[in-house]
């Protein structure tokens, strides 16, 4: 059993800076690699960024690279996101993902565990 919080999120405007952090507890030795997904109202759930175990490996959607930053620290448990540049482009519901595998996913089912969501917000 493993449980994701995402922490973080907030309101706003464009060109900020934002961090979230997802915080992980359980059968945390079960985890391998993590990902970021966001979803927008009327889209499907999307892709943003992705990091091994160890922290070595990572890849970013094209949307994002450039402008955000993923790091684990595996000693505290936690995954975390800086997002900068932001755009209302980025607006949406943002997702820890958590996966018991090495690969670096970058589907929805690439992931078994999942946080509740954090809000982000960027107005114009």
């Known amino acids: 059993q493993v449980q994701l919080v995402e922490s973080g999120g907030g309101l706003v405007q464009t060109g900020d800076s934002l961090r979230l952090s997802c915080a992980a507890s359980?059968?945390?030795?079960?985890?391998?690699?993590m990902a970021w997904f966001r979803q927008a109202p009327g889209k499907e759930r999307e892709f943003v960024s992705t990091i091994d175990k160890s922290g070595s490996k990572t890849f970013y959607a094209d949307s994002v690279r450039g402008r955000f930053t993923v790091w684990r620290q595996n000693a505290e448990k936690t995954l975390y996101l800086q997002m900068n540049k932001l755009n209302p482009e980025d607006t949406a519901v943002y997702y820890c993902?958590?996966?018991?595998?090495?690969?670096?996913?970058?589907?929805?089912?690439?992931?078994?565990?999942w946080g509740q969501g954090t809000q982000v917000t960027v107005s114009s």
């Open positions: 993902a958590a996966a018991t595998h090495y690969d670096l996913g970058f589907t929805v089912q690439a992931y078994a565990y």
């Open positions: 359980g059968r945390t030795y079960d985890i391998y690699t």
